[in-house]
């Protein structure tokens, strides 16, 4: 008996600090390629792992698809001038201090920058939030002073600013990592 791919639905429950549903059915978002590293002194204030020479990382054109309730991992960043978010935001070529609710998406869900200087809205700990997208959170590109020499972003990031992670009410202890769901405002 032959099963077609094209018509076969999967799903997935990830459970970590709370479940997450997926129902996939296209075909996951995989590799499109990967990145050689090198080395180079990053900003690590807020947890960024820097690029090591001869390492491969991961590229993604891709991301999950957008639900009414996208599962993704919210990571700190900040986007103002000499951050660890590196160059100016994508969107404006602005710097964005530490107290604005500013947001970079995975390269798939920045979709070429469809969703430049609007909201999204992420949800966390029983909090829901409004946040700006400013900036791309490079999913092909990496280990270069554009990218804070960080290799490419996986394709199921949030890198949000300080504000966002306060209005969310997560600890100190908790920021770098954060399980959360988003959607579009």
Not at 46 to 53: I, M
Not at 172 to 177: A, F, K, N, V, W
Request: hydrophobic share 30%.
């Amino acid at each position: 008996m032959a099963i077609s791919l094209a018509s076969l639905a999967i799903t997935l429950h990830v459970c970590a600090d709370s479940c997450f549903r997926y129902s996939l059915t296209e075909p996951p978002c995989t590799a499109s390629g990967y990145l050689r590293g090198k080395s180079h002194s990053c900003n690590t204030e807020n947890y960024s792992e820097c690029c090591k020479d001869g390492e491969m990382y991961p590229q993604y054109q891709c991301s999950p698809p957008v639900t009414s309730s996208t599962p993704a991992q919210m990571m700190i960043v900040s986007f103002a001038i000499n951050g660890d978010g590196g160059g100016p935001g994508a969107c404006d070529g602005q710097y964005h201090n530490d107290t604005e609710m500013a947001v970079a998406l995975s390269t798939g869900w920045f979709d070429g920058g469809s969703r430049c200087n609007r909201n999204i809205r992420i949800s966390a700990n029983g909090r829901s939030l409004l946040a700006k997208v400013v900036d791309e959170c490079s999913s092909v590109e990496g280990c270069e002073a554009e990218q804070n020499y960080t290799p490419p972003c996986p394709n199921n990031v949030v890198n949000a600013s300080p504000a966002v992670w306060d209005a969310l009410g997560i600890p100190e202890l908790q920021r770098g990592d954060y399980n959360i769901t988003w959607s579009d405002a």
